[in-house]
């Protein structure tokens, strides 16, 4: 059975030594359960099998919108607290040198996943939690807004996925968490959510191989909230969708970017977001998800997560997409966020390279 894995090489990080700021935040987080170490064994296979045939199929996955979302107002986000950051895993140790080049950070990848018999994949990265295991997406590339049916299947996560390779294995997710809002009545102003998976596996020679703890092997971004709009931001995603002229300029096989200063509050209201904010973008549908990141370094590859990518359109009537927008990171998005980071997960590769939980904390 071929497969498209490739050997992982891993360079290590040290561990993050800011404190992780206090935040009295109400409980607002749902959680439902992705796979069991035994549907992980299926999972994988599902995704890997056959040359990975079926990542090479999967469709980009976008949030319908009647219209294009629309900035109505220069006002500034009601901030529910003081701004708060969590720092990246790692982020003691400062780079001694600066680069020109904006390079693509280790942490952002491709989510694949299923609803029905259907194949689709979105955009996430990694970030700072307690067993460094934490993955940012949005919220409806996490959960079933079309079935109702919790969670999306066969979900895995892929960092720095190239070309149909993925340098640093498969994640598979464990446990989804989402706002209260967005799982029960479908708030799209509240379109995030932090995805606690396994660890990377890969199949070498004959047999699975664990990898590691996600955040050991791409480090992850930190986090950041009540933040003021308007600071320069660096969104990454992998856009696969042709624009609404047909023209396919992407492919979702390599990651891209974009870099803009976001405006607040766009609106849309046919899927309830008013209070989105928005820059300035030509990624398509597989983008969502994508991490929204300030002060990002190139050098270190890394920065504050502080938002991901939503929905999207063309505003000037050219049939060319040419805006994104995310949810504002609050208060309330760091308690859905702090309900998940603490939690571990651990690796389900056996040492004879069968599946199924062995590690205990």
């Known amino acids: 059975m071929k497969r498209i894995l490739l050997p992982v090489g891993v360079a290590g990080l040290v561990a993050a030594s800011l404190a992780v700021p206090a935040h009295a935040a109400p409980k607002v987080g749902q959680s ?24 090479k199929a999967a469709a980009p996955y976008g949030l319908e ?3 294009v979302p629309k900035h109505v107002s220069t006002g500034g986000p009601a901030a529910d607290g003081k701004p ?37 994949s979105c955009s996430a990265s990694s970030i700072q939690s307690a067993y460094k295991n934490l993955v940012a997406t949005a919220g409806h590339c996490a959960y079933d807004l079309e079935g109702n049916a919790s969670v999306l299947g066969h979900w ?16 598979v997710g464990k446990t989804a968490y989402t706002h209260h809002d967005f799982s029960v009545y479908e708030d799209i102003d ?3 959510a932090f995805v606690t998976v396994y660890n990377g596996i890969t199949w070498s020679e004959g047999k699975w191989k664990d990898l590691g703890r996600l955040g050991d092997n ?38 891209k970017w974009c870099y803009g200063k976001p405006v607040y509050p766009v609106a849309e209201k046919s899927v309830k977001a008013e209070e989105h904010q928005a820059i300035r973008c030509s990624m398509t549908g597989g983008s969502s998800g994508g991490p929204w990141i300030i002060k990002y370094s190139s050098t270190a590859r890394k920065g504050y997560l502080n938002g991901v990518s939503s929905l999207g359109g063309d505003t000037d009537g050219n049939n060319r997409s040419d805006l994104i927008t995310s949810p504002y990171f609050d208060g309330e998005t760091y308690a859905v966020y702090k309900t998940a980071a603490p939690l571990w997960s651990g690796s389900i590769v056996k040492k004879d390279g069968t599946l199924g939980l062995t590690e205990t904390k």
């Open 84 to 120: 708060g950051v969590v720092p990246a895993i790692g982020d003691e140790a400062k780079p001694t040198t600066t680069t020109k080049n904006v390079n693509l950070p280790k942490s952002a990848g491709r989510v694949f996943f299923t609803v029905g018999d259907s194949l689709y």
């Open 190 to 192: 509240r379109d995030f």
């Open 32 to 55: 439902a359960k992705m796979a069991t170490p035994a549907a992980a064994a299926d999972t994988l296979e599902f995704w890997t099998a056959d040359g990975g045939k079926n990542l």
């Open 218 to 255: 791409v480090g992850g971004l930190g986090f950041a909230y009540n933040q003021k709009v308007g600071q320069n931001v660096f969104v990454f995603g992998y856009p696969t969708a042709a624009h609404p002229d047909g023209d396919y300029t992407y492919t979702g096989s390599t990651m």
């Open 65 to 67: 919108h009647a219209k």
């Open 156 to 171: 895995v996560f892929i960092p720095g996925y190239y070309q149909g390779k993925a340098p640093w294995g498969v994640y």
